[in-house]
């Protein structure tokens, strides 16, 4: 019978992975994290992290996952730069096959794959990425040193970061589709005690305008009644959400919930026998970064007991 090169493959490492590799390495299985970037996920691009337990004055995203790596790290953890190019998880081995062709073989596989920022889908969005339209305060607020910018969206990350965005514009003009926000009541309070961030409520904005030369200029409103108005900003940061990684998934093999995010039970087991999912990529409704390491961890507990209840490889040999 053919033999899989590790017991254990993690992909991705946000918080989630590097948990899960961290325990995987310390409980000495034969462990490898698959990640295509830097190691850190999403978090790696938040400015400031206040709620991670054992940080009491704040973290900043970097800062945290600089000191996650490191810690699993400490244990050997072998990490992999390299993108994936397919899974193939049927099996009792599982296959993942590396865009340079490489295989790479385990007997389970830890899916940490995270979510990505969600796209408005409107004219102008795509022509403007990275010339007015961002994803991702921390990388490009810096930019808009005394200008005025925009941010779309209610819940915890668009309030946080427009706060976060203080820093440099002269003024942020938060746009909500609704009339009450969906951010944590803590990010609210911060908000209108804000000078410099305004609402716009029950507003969605309808186009993106601007020039080759200078990026965008303004945006469309529409308001609750119908009424149209232009919005003058040279920035608008859409932070409305996350879609989930699954560009390298096979979906067809695993369960999803209605926007594609992976459903596991409450041990992290995926629906298929030896692969298991943690962190902003499962179906849930919290999206933390304490429940993304705690979910890493889970899954990895997961994973030896699976393991613990398949044939070894080969038979003890307890007289050598
Ligand atoms: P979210 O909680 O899903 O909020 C998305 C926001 O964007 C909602 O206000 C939603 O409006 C709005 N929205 C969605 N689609 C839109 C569209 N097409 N046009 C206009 N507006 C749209 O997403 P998130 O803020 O990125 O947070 C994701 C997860 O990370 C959450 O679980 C959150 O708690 C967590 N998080 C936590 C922290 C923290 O604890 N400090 C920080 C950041 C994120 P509606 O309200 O009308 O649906």
Avoid at 35 to 41: H, P
Avoid at 194 to 211: A, C, P, Y
Wanted: charged share 20%; glycine share 10%.
């Amino acid at each position: 019978m053919q033999q899989a090169q590790y017991q254990l493959i993690i992909v991705g490492g946000g918080p989630a992975g590097l948990t899960a590799g961290l325990y995987a390495a310390r409980g000495r299985l034969s462990v490898l994290l698959v990640e295509k970037g830097a190691t850190g996920g999403q978090v790696l691009v938040t400015d400031w992290v206040d709620n991670y337990p054992g940080f009491a004055d704040g973290v900043s995203g970097f800062d945290l996952m600089d000191k996650m790596t490191a810690h699993a790290d400490r244990f050997g953890l072998e990490k992999r730069f390299a993108t994936i190019a397919s899974l193939d998880l049927a099996g009792d081995i599982k296959t993942i096959t590396l865009e340079n062709g490489e295989q790479l073989t385990a007997k389970s596989v830890i899916i940490c794959t995270g979510a990505k920022p969600r796209k408005l889908g409107i004219p102008g969005e795509y022509e403007y990425a990275g010339r007015g339209v961002s994803y991702c305060a921390t990388c490009d607020g810096p930019f808009y040193r005394n200008q005025e910018i925009a941010v779309v969206g209610g819940g915890n990350t668009a309030i946080q970061e427009a706060l976060h965005l203080t820093k440099f514009a002269s003024k942020v003009t938060v746009i909500h589709r609704r009339g009450e926000l969906r951010a944590t009541k803590i990010l609210q309070e911060k908000a209108f005690c804000n000078e410099k961030i305004e609402f716009l409520w029950n507003t969605q904005v309808l186009e993106i305008h601007g020039s080759k030369n200078t990026g965008v200029e303004d945006l469309v409103l529409q308001h609750f009644n119908n009424d149209q108005s232009i919005l003058k900003v040279t920035g608008i940061f859409v932070l409305i959400g996350i879609a989930p990684n699954t560009e390298i998934l096979p979906m067809r093999q695993l369960k999803s919930d209605e926007s594609g995010f992976l459903i596991t039970d409450e041990e992290m087991a995926t629906s298929i026998p030896g692969v298991f999912a943690a962190g902003d990529i499962r179906s849930k409704r919290s999206r933390q970064i304490v429940n993304a390491a705690g979910e890493g961890a889970v899954a990895e507990l997961s994973v030896e007991h699976y393991l613990g209840n398949q044939a070894p490889d080969q038979p003890l040999n307890c007289s050598e």
